[in-house]
Structures are given as C-alpha cells and as structure tokens.
C-alpha cells in the first residue's frame, strides 16, 4: 500500500503505522528491511524512514542492534478500547498464543468497595496468571454472582476464555462494559507470579459487564505488566 503525500498524517507516522501493521500481521517478524529498501519501495527519504524506525523504537517494538540492523523486540499486547474483547483474543489478534493458569477460586464477601461497584453481597472469586507465548502478562481478579462462578469453575479454567464460556455455554450474552485504567503496584501476592522485580509499578484495569438487562454480570481487576500491555483508542476530529 503506497504512501499518500496528500494526506494531513505526516509521511513518517504513515510509514511508522504501515509497519507496525506489518508486525502485527507477522510479516516482519524478525529483521526488518533496511532503509533504503523503505526508501525505494516508498519513494521516501532517509529523514522520513528514520522517523517512523524511531517512533517504533521509542515504543519498544522495534530494537536496533549495533552492525546488524533493526529487529522486532518483544511485541507488547494491545487492548483496544472501545471493543469489548477478551484478553484471550487481544493477544490472539497480536499474533501471539494465549495461556491461562488457574490459581485460586472460592466463594467470598466482596471488600466494601466491590460491593459498592456491583451491588454483589456474596460472589464467586476466580483468580488466573495470563500468558503471551509462555510469558506472564498479567493477574486478573474476576468476581462474578455466586451462581454463575459455581457454573463456571465446572470448566477447565487453564484452558478456556472467561468471556466465552459465559456466553456460550451459560448463555449469558454481554451488551455492554464500563473500563477504568490506572497505575500502581501489583499486590504482594501477586509479585512473584508476574515475575518482575517488587517495586515495579503496572497497568490496574477495572472493568465491569453487564448483560442486556443491565444486570451485572462480571467485575474485573486486572494488573497487566506495563513493558508487555498497552492500551490504545482511535481518535478522530469530526468537520462540519
């Protein structure tokens, strides 16, 4: 896909995206092509092709290696905003394999402030490490009303996606998610689990799905590693 010159995106932003996408889709997996070969291929100068490599570098998804060239580092998972997907499929999308690790899983008295969120005076407590290619990305908390975390842990849960077993095999369908996003640090419970050092600040979602009643169906908290998850919206400026 060419480069557009008439286009109000700078020419190295639309260089930077074109190889992102690349990326993304596995066709640079690897090294990526040199310069001039962007340069010739784009009928884009130098300036413009070491913008965008830079952009990607600053980004942590390309590295440049002394005498070697320019390589795809660790690609990080992005959860588009907006979409209400599972991480299973965020990191499916990302070219990687999803993993899962049940760690614990009961029935509680949720703290003040959950109950204050859901309205839930008992739940159910499911608790999973996730995984991008065998690496621990994140811990995510999941509190859901009793009867349907009682449903849910009959399933293996190291080897199953939350959101479908909720609306394929109970039949629950989603309408609708509320999302918050933060930073702070993991709790001491969880720091060996995620492997990264102790003093390590992460990514905090909080996400609540209610279904096409309006009722809650599920309140998440999720801690995601912040050199392994990002999360991204689409922007656009309406005219007229």
Do not use: C
Not at 207 to 213: G, P
């Amino acid at each position: 896909m060419p480069l557009d010159p008439n286009n109000a995106i700078p020419l190295h932003i639309q260089l930077k995206e074109l190889i992102e996408t690349r990326i993304t889709k596995g066709v640079f997996s690897e090294q990526i092509p040199s310069e001039r070969k962007f340069m010739e291929k784009y009928n884009v100068s130098r300036s413009t092709v070491r913008a965008a490599i830079n952009l990607l570098v600053r980004e942590g998804i390309l590295e440049k290696r002394h005498g070697k060239g320019t390589f795809v580092s660790l690609k990080p998972i992005h959860d588009w905003l907006g979409n209400l997907t599972s991480t299973t499929e965020t990191i499916r999308q990302m070219g990687m394999k999803p993993g899962a690790k049940l760690i614990t899983h009961y029935p509680t008295t949720p703290t003040p402030y959950i109950q204050e969120r859901t309205g839930f005076e008992t739940a159910y407590f499911i608790k999973r490490i996730r995984y991008a290619d065998e690496i621990p990305i994140g811990i995510e908390r999941h509190y859901y009303p009793t009867t349907i975390g009682e449903q849910l842990i009959k399933y293996d849960l190291d080897n199953a996606t939350l959101y479908d077993l909720v609306e394929n095999e109970l039949g629950i369908q989603f309408a609708e998610a509320n999302q918050t996003i933060a930073s702070g640090p993991l709790m001491n419970e969880d720091k060996d689990d995620l492997e990264i050092p102790p003093e390590s600040h992460v990514l905090i979602a909080e996400r609540i799905i209610k279904d096409q009643t309006g009722s809650i169906i599920e309140m998440e908290e999720a801690f995601y590693r912040s050199d392994m998850y990002t999360f991204n919206i689409n922007l656009s400026r309406k005219f007229g």
